[in-house]
């Protein structure tokens, strides 16, 4: 069974400061996706990193995947109030049916 | 970009009653739509998982007689939450996959009182 772990759960972090935000997963997966949800509303995608080594940036936003470690992280830099939200990763794996599969989800808040 | 409209955006209902919940893929065909349930401060939890013409697969412990899917086409699938109950009350998500792109609705949230 495909499991996928976030940490920390819960962040909160002052202003232009920077974080990272991980998620490990159990087996093999070659897709990973990270999507923002604000309070009462529905996921918003962010990132689909496709392969080994995978970078990809959007404003203070970085996400990586490392296909090796089951391993992708979510590098928050210099962050604002505006990124306050709750994170989440998610996998697929074509054998189980091309199905996402979801992190517990982090929820950033980022005080003044 | 691929949208998904999901209807109602809230519902308050009687327990007792059925509601129904509509997810279109409004410029793509999607080979499988997904259903999800999310309580407040968790995760998304996949209710069952819809393609068009065939019966819906639900997950463990999903009610399939209470939770109805209906995927009649490759743009829409609806859910139906038969006899609504106050524990039904929860906020519920679609998603529509095509290829290994995902979609997902703006969201219903269910008012059982």
């Known amino acids: 069974e495909l499991k996928v772990e976030q940490n920390p759960l819960f962040l909160s972090m002052q202003e232009g400061k920077n974080y990272t935000i991980y998620c490990n997963y159990s ?7 990270w ?11 962010l990132f ?5 080594g995978a970078v990809k940036q959007e404003g203070r936003l970085m996400a990586s995947l490392d296909t090796k470690a089951r391993l992708s992280t979510l590098h928050i830099t210099a962050a604002v109030h505006d990124l306050s939200a709750t994170y989440f990763c998610a996998v697929d794996k074509e054998t189980s049916g091309s199905r996402l599969t ?10 003044p | 970009g691929a949208v998904v409209s999901q209807h109602p955006s809230w519902v308050i ?15 793509f065909q999607a080979t499988t739509m997904f259903w999800y349930r999310q309580f407040p401060k968790q995760s998304l939890m996949l209710m069952a998982t819809s393609n068009e013409g065939s019966k819906a697969t ?18 829409l699938s609806t859910l ?27 969201g219903t949230r269910l008012t059982v009182v």
């Open chain 1, 35 to 45: 999507y923002r949800q604000d309070p009462g509303k529905s996921l918003e995608s």
């Open chain 2, 58 to 75: 639900y997950e463990q412990g999903v009610e399939k007689d209470k939770f109805l899917i209906n995927h009649a086409s490759l743009t």
């Open chain 2, 13 to 27: 209902c009687k327990s007792g009653t059925s509601v129904k919940i509509e997810c279109r893929s409004l410029d």
């Open chain 1, 48 to 52: 689909v990193l496709l392969s080994n």
């Open chain 1, 27 to 33: 087996t093999t997966s070659d897709r990973l996706y």
């Open chain 2, 80 to 106: 139906t939450v038969t006899s609504a109950h106050p524990e039904d009350s929860s906020f519920y998500i679609c998603s529509a996959r095509s290829g290994r792109v995902y979609t997902f609705g703006s």
């Open chain 1, 102 to 111: 979801f992190g517990e989800g982090t929820q950033l808040t980022v005080n």
